[in-house]
């Protein structure tokens, strides 16, 4: 009797193998790439996102930390690295040109720094005459409120308490004062933004930005009681939305997309939104600018997927992203339509007029290291 070989194809959870004989042959083969990064690992943890990859045949293994953090340390055992701001970014992309090492930049999507908190503290704050609310179509309550910096921070300065402006009044008892919990400066992109902001905020010339070492720690020096860092996990967001959230930061800094991708999911679960979480928008917003860098060929590959393939954008506008075109643009108003038709109230953004620009990397990084105490990055000369 002659056996004559057997072809099929079996499935093995991720990758197709044909099978020849007893011998087990990938049909396509799927590669495992390693990335670091900190907020922007919602997106590679996402199941939709997963599953689009493996479509192209990527699996994605990510190792979370800072984005700082992602730039001051060693990533030659990394196919790509997704800090969320261009000041990481930098430092990363100068070190590896100076060292002529494999470096490609893309740029899916922003994202802006935002203030979450609770309905009675903004409704404190409302009271106040520090916030106002953003009253949307659809919606008897505001979810949104534009958040006036400099009186903001002056509350903070002078140590007010919340009970001092009248939280009482929104059910609540809190004679804390009044704070903005955000991760380690030293190790996260959304507390550098946020320190950024709180430096041109409080010296009143937020259209200028400094320009000597000297001025760079004097103003690093003028805010430091300013910033708090009570929560020094990279990611103050969880914290935010768990049931102790609440009582333990009443105000913390985030990005846009985890508020909205958090909304969509309640929506989707409980049927309704969570009417208790609201976001504040701070005056003088910086838009951060988050930066794929691929370390490699096969980082360069998904870097030009998750940018240009349209149900990747799709599913990070999805996502609570807002999709950038490819002239760096934001991409229309996709993420309003897919808001709207989901009934999540929509954010309303200042305009150009009122953003704030980022200090050179130097200088920033001067003030980082003064308000957080640690070590500034090496900056490569010729670098912003």
């Known amino acids: 009797m002659t056996f004559l070989p057997l072809l099929a194809v079996v499935l093995t959870g ?16 799927v590669i495992t790439l390693e990335g670091r990064m900190a907020s922007k690992r919602d997106f590679f943890e996402d ?9 192209h045949h990527i699996r994605v293994h990510i190792t979370s930390s800072g984005s700082r953090e992602v730039a001051v340390r060693a990533v030659d055992s990394y196919d790509f690295v997704f800090p969320s701001g261009q000041p990481a ?26 203030l979450p908190t609770y309905r009675e503290y903004a409704e404190t704050l409302v009271d106040a005459g520090i916030a106002k609310p953003q009253r949307g179509p659809g919606t008897d309550e505001p979810y949104y409120y534009a958040l006036d910096m400099p009186k903001f921070l002056r509350h903070i300065h002078d140590k007010r308490r919340w009970n001092d402006i009248g939280i009482r009044r929104h059910g609540l008892a809190n004679a804390n004062r009044i704070v903005v919990q955000t991760p380690d400066v030293c190790g996260s992109n959304s507390a550098g933004t946020y320190l950024t902001l709180v430096a041109f905020t409080w ?17 690093a020096r003028d805010i430091r009681h300013l ?9 103050v967001f969880r914290t935010y939305i768990s049931p102790e959230g609440k009582n333990i930061a009443p105000v913390v800094v985030a990005y846009e997309h985890q508020y909205l991708a958090y909304q969509v999911r309640y929506r989707a679960n409980a049927k309704k939104l969570d009417s208790g979480r609201v976001l504040l928008y701070p005056s003088g917003q910086f838009v951060t600018q988050p930066q794929f860098i691929a370390l490699n060929k096969d980082g360069d590959r998904l870097g030009e997927l ?35 038709d989901r009934e999540i109230p929509v ?28 070590p500034a990055a090496d900056v490569v000369p010729g670098r912003p």
């Open 14 to 29: 991720t990758a197709a193998l044909a099978v020849s004989g007893n011998i087990l042959l990938p049909a396509e083969r």
């Open 47 to 55: 199941e939709e996102v997963k599953r689009l990859l493996l479509k």
């Open 89 to 114: 970014g930098d430092l990363i992309t100068g070190e590896r040109a100076a060292n002529n090492q494999y470096a490609k930049v893309h740029r899916p999507f922003v994202s802006p720094i935002v």
């Open 203 to 219: 010296r009143g010339d937020g259209d200028e930005v400094p320009d000597t070492d000297q001025e760079a720690d004097e103003r």
């Open 227 to 235: 910033m708090e860092q009570g929560l020094p996990a990279a990611d």
């Open 306 to 340: 998750i940018t240009n393939d349209p149900e990747l954008r799709r599913r990070a506008m999805e996502l609570g992203f807002r999709i950038l075109d490819p002239s760096g643009q934001v991409a229309g108003d996709q993420l309003s339509r897919f808001l709207r």
């Open 347 to 374: 954010p309303s953004i200042t305009g150009d007029a009122t953003r704030s620009a980022m200090p050179r990397l130097r200088y920033l990084e001067r003030m980082i290291s003064s308000v957080g105490d640690c």
